[in-house]
C-alpha cells in the first residue's frame, strides 16, 4: 500500500516555474512508476508525465513536453514535476499517483493510487 502527498503548488505569473513535489510512504516506493496528472474546472483528468521504477525513462504529453521534467528520488520516495514556462491553460490541480507496473500509462485507470492533488494557478 502507498500513501502518497502532493505539494508545491501555488500562483504564479505566466512564464514562471514551480516545482510539484510527491512524497509516498512504504518501502516499496522505487517498485511503482509514477505519474502527473491534471484536472482543469469542467474538464477531464489528463495525463501530464510519467516514470519508470528507476527515472530512466519518461512521457510527457505533447502540451507540456518541453516545458515539463518529471523526476524522481527513490532514496527519498519523492516524485518531483518541475514546471517551467507555464501557460495559464496550465492552471489546474495537479495530481500525482502510483502504477504497479515498470512503466505505468498515459491513463488513469491503470494507476493504484492517489496524491490529493495541489492547485496550480498561472495568471497572464
Known amino acids: 500500500h502507498v500513501q502518497l502527498q502532493a505539494s508545491g503548488g501555488g500562483l504564479v505569473q505566466a512564464g514562471g516555474s514551480l516545482r510539484l513535489s510527491c512524497a509516498a510512504s512504504g518501502r516499496t516506493f522505487s517498485r511503482y512508476a509514477m505519474g502527473w496528472f491534471r484536472q482543469a474546472p469542467g474538464k477531464e483528468r489528463e495525463f501530464v508525465a510519467r516514470t519508470n521504477w528507476g527515472g530512466t525513462i519518461t512521457y510527457y504529453s505533447d502540451s507540456v513536453k518541453g516545458r515539463f521534467t518529471i523526476s524522481r528520488d527513490n532514496a527519498k520516495n519523492t516524485v518531483y514535476l518541475q514546471m517551467n514556462s507555464l501557460k495559464p491553460e496550465d492552471t489546474a490541480v495537479y495530481y500525482c499517483?502510483?502504477?504497479?507496473?515498470?512503466?505505468?500509462?498515459?491513463?488513469?485507470?491503470?494507476?493504484?493510487?492517489w496524491g490529493q492533488g495541489t492547485q496550480v494557478t498561472v495568471s497572464s
Open positions: 499517483a502510483a502504477a504497479s507496473s515498470r512503466i505505468g500509462s498515459d491513463y488513469a485507470r491503470y494507476y493504484d493510487y
